[in-house]
């Protein structure tokens, strides 16, 4: 009988809590939990197509001020329940919705929300064999078979490394700023590494490392459209954000060659003593999808014998698709790679990803304790930079024999060549012009109608700069208007356009992931866009 | 009709895991799934008892070592759930036994994992507004009240801060160790901010930092029982982690203050330059679950202006028990604390947090992207070490809900009381020595027979050094084979005692957070040491 008196915390009712259920009455209870999430929130999706409820931030955050913790419980699962699924996800966002077409967060196989489910039934902690055993031996396997998908070394360089409890070939973290931190922490000690009396500068510090290798900066190379946690890499690192020294792009939105060459030059010149710790090239920038000449990084940095990072946390996976992995070429170049789960991996957030060419690089950042991670032993945490961790990797591994490569090859496909196909139809449209065309799945766009692009054309710096003025406050308003109708949603950045004066100018992003979202639905965003934009006219 | 021919990736099936279940069969085959995920866990666990399988890690390994992708399908979903259930969980770590006491990962309320589901099914990225909406603003709001937790600032301060978009209470981020990590981060850059000229240790980094501090080195003060993150984070901020101060601890394992008194006195008057960047105060060792004296080191921090971080990754959640929060007094001096959700808030795997008193402190650390993050939007991503991260905040908020503080102070004090019920029984055996009394829930001891305890009183350094090492090769081999028995997991580590010549010893670890775990369980695994000890014995 359910009582419908005040809730009180009392002991038998906790422990049903923590009890495996094994008669039918408490395992009918557990399923029709797990209906009322799923049917709850499919129910609710299929009445509200929409991204999310028109209602403002100010407005919400109102309701949520309350900072009290109840001392007793304020409401019962199911109850907790049909508030998330009637009062959260409403205004939440539908990332899920075909219509949201502006971020690298996406619909996702309902199988990884069950395989999710499975890792925290689970509940295991990969920093140390203890309370994972064969866990942490499947997330070496499947660290390894995606070393493999990007490096393809011979079978007998798997062999002995998959399950070498001496050698790393990655590892997973919480996510790509932190995999792209693990691998500038890993490219500055091996820099910076011991030698003549000198212990390295993770244990010495920046301070005894630049006098040892008599060093007055370190830098690491990027090009403008490099993720920001480059930035913040640097500043923990103890090298100074300032140190990440921005590379130009050419007209194709990748990393100038010319100017990287230029960079070393002047670098190796300067009065300034510096170190290069690493080069990072690019697969998939977060803003225009564009993928920097990897090739070509990689030979300059053998050459000059800099540790090359490639951040493909959103392209990686592009490598499954035999149709467009030639986009990566030169990715085996690099000593270390980022790739995200979360993103192209279509696996739920939370998954960051990072690969080294060489399986001992990781040596430099090994830490022990005497109750875990002795030396030795199989134990993940050794080397790695977060601790405690769920598995992941069954996840990924699932999904992966779920799906097969050809499997993602489909869902990456569809969002390049659609997106190569929205492109054709934004320089279609008069309204519209293409900002940055699509490489992978990424491409951005503007409101600019045709008789002023014509205009811009003709114009003088100053004229361009005003023109450009007014269209950013044009794009900034049918951006916002369009996201606050909450039908479908595009991102907005900010882009300096090569041979345009240098000037930042406002366009639409566009990410295309979701194997759902078709030409019909991308024509009813710009149709809308258009809509939005003819009304702010007429104002 | 299933088909059994060799599976192949094609779009249809691709499209239905996207879709939406709306039709009656489509839902009972979700739920299908959960029930095979749920009941096949437990009948599972039904039958085995124990903590995992009798096999060891080499022969596992072998299994795991197919390192290619498969081109097509492997196995359907079905499939896979049944080899994670038969194949994988027997031979992952059950960390759900009531006899697995080893380490601080434990059984979870079932309600833990729906909430899970929830949160990947929402699949919200709370790194931005634009892909969690109200989301962040409910983890703004149970960020608010943990801080109200810790330091009981008035209504008005929460009132001011609770929705403030300018001001950050904390943050959620995987685990202990990058939450210590972010609390490092912040305290170095409050010590070296910008002054006259200098930007800041974020932008120019440790060498120039350095300089416009005449300083020579900077230092982070933990006792011995710090845990090993510690030791990690001095080596990536730039410090070395030389510079990881160790301070002794006191007969009952807390941080001496004398000897913390005497190496402030001993850096101030170094002929080496030298700037404590912090004090650590740990609420709950990993070791020893022992409580450094907060106050007291609070009270020196604040005389000499030093930033106090508290590890309160275990301890944190006692402050919901009346009966025991008066442990942790002294915790509201701290600038910064660190809780881990996924120990004593009884969460799934991966999710740490960090608080701070001074809500402007994280300023030292923003970040901005032209995408997201813009200078005034309420992204939470602007201001934490991670980017994309999923929506923990959910599951934290429900279960509090849930919950209450008094049912988390049930399952706390259960853990303390039982604890010390447990240090009784041992003193009360005569093959055992306890090592650490319980502060909290941990406890260490070894074995060490009566005979052997009174020897140990009357002998000289060397010959106490001499059974010390017998002692050690004994309690590592019972720790083992009870391991390998695998019907109850006890973890080991080594120990420093005070007073016994500065030798390590290896002790047996408990750790008991487990509500199932009773004094009837926690004798039979003393009787399972017994019994190995004797086996032993006799060899």
Known sequence: MEKKTKLVADWQTLMRTFINHEDDASRSTLVKYM???????????????????????????????????????????????????????????????????????????????????????????????????????????????????????DESFYERHVQNIRTTLGCFIEDGTLANLTAFWIARNSMLAPKNGFTGVEQEGIQAAYKAYQTERCVILVSRLGHYCVKKAGGLLGMGNQNIMIIDVDADNRMDMDSLKKAIKDIKNSSIKTKIIAIVGIAGATETGTIDPLSEIGAICAENRIHFHIDAAWGGPTLMSEKYRHLLKGIKLADSVTIDGHKQFYMPMGCGMVFFKDPSIMDSVSYHANYVNRPGSVDLGIKSLAGSREA????????????????????????????????????????????????????TYRICPFHIQSMLAQSNPEQICSINKKLNKINTAVQRLQREAGKSFVS???????????????????????????MKILNEILDEQEEIFRGIEEL
Not at 66 to 83: F, G, Q
Not at 432 to 439: A, G, K, M, S, V
Not at 503 to 517: A, G, L, S, W, Y
Request: hydrophobic share 45%.
């Open 392 to 443: 992941s990797s069954i996840i990924l591994d699932s999904a992966l024999k779920i799906m097969g490569s050809k499997g993602y090859a489909l869902l990456i496909e569809h969002g390049i060549d659609i997106c190569s196909e929205f492109a054709g139809e934004i320089e279609k449209r008069p309204d519209f012009q293409l900002i940055t065309r699509p490489e992978l799945n990424i491409l």
């Open 492 to 518: 907005r950045t900010k882009l300096k356009i090569s041979n345009r004066h240098g000037k930042d100018i406002v366009v639409f992003r566009c990410v295309i992931m979701n194997p759902m979202t078709n």
């Open 35 to 153: 209906e009322q999430i799923f049917f709850g929130l499919h129910d609710f999706l299929k009445k509200h197509v929409g991204i999310t409820e028109e209602v403002s931030l100010k407005d919400l955050s109102k309701n949520f001020t309350n900072t009290l913790i109840s001392e007793n419980p304020e409401k019962k699962l199911a109850d907790v329940i049909t508030d998330l699924v009637e009062n959260i996800a409403p205004h939440a966002v539908n990332v899920t919705s075909p219509y949201f077409v502006g971020h690298m967060t996406s619909a996702i196989p309902f199988f990884m929300v069950h395989l999710k489910t499975i890792v925290a039934a689970l509940n295991q902690n990969v920093v140390k064999i203890e309370t994972s055993k064969v866990v942490s031996i499947l997330e070496k396997q499947v660290i390894a078979k995606i070393h493999r998908l990007i490096y393809e070394e």
